[in-house]
């Protein structure tokens, strides 16, 4: 629990830097996606919990990358409010799988981009 926390803090403070901030972009953000895939992938084979490593350290950030993005932001097209953490980061993960080319916009953005893509407003 003491390193998942310290992860988690870790995190936080790369996040909160704003030299690191200006760097988080598509190519980085895809990149951490497929970490999530990796883990995901990895937990459910073992059927046990996965021990921390930088893989993980690489989930939890792409976690609250998104999820601080997703928190923050006024656009979020029209999600449903019953909307999971997971299914929020599902939709990214996807979206950046089938937009490569887009993948030098800035991470913020492309979040954005994927909720809107994924639960357009109607009307």
Do not use: N
């Not at 992938?41 to 046990?48: E, L, N, T």
């Not at 449903?80 to 996807?94: H, K, Y």
């Amino acid at each position: 629990m003491k390193s998942v926390l310290a992860i988690l803090m870790l995190a936080a403070a790369m996040l909160a830097s704003p030299a690191w901030a200006d760097f988080i972009d598509g190519h980085r953000l895809a990149k951490w996606g497929q970490e999530v895939r990796k883990f995901r992938a990895q937990a459910a084979d073992s059927g046990q919990p996965q021990h921390v490593d930088w893989s993980s350290t690489q989930v939890a950030i792409f976690m609250g990358f998104v999820s601080g993005v997703y928190d923050a932001s006024g656009e979020r097209g029209c999600t449903p409010e019953s909307l999971t953490g997971r299914e929020v980061f599902d939709v990214v993960i996807a979206y950046l799988e089938q937009h490569p080319k887009q993948h030098h916009l800035s991470g913020s953005r492309l979040v954005a981009d994927s909720l809107q893509q994924a639960f357009p407003c109607e009307g």
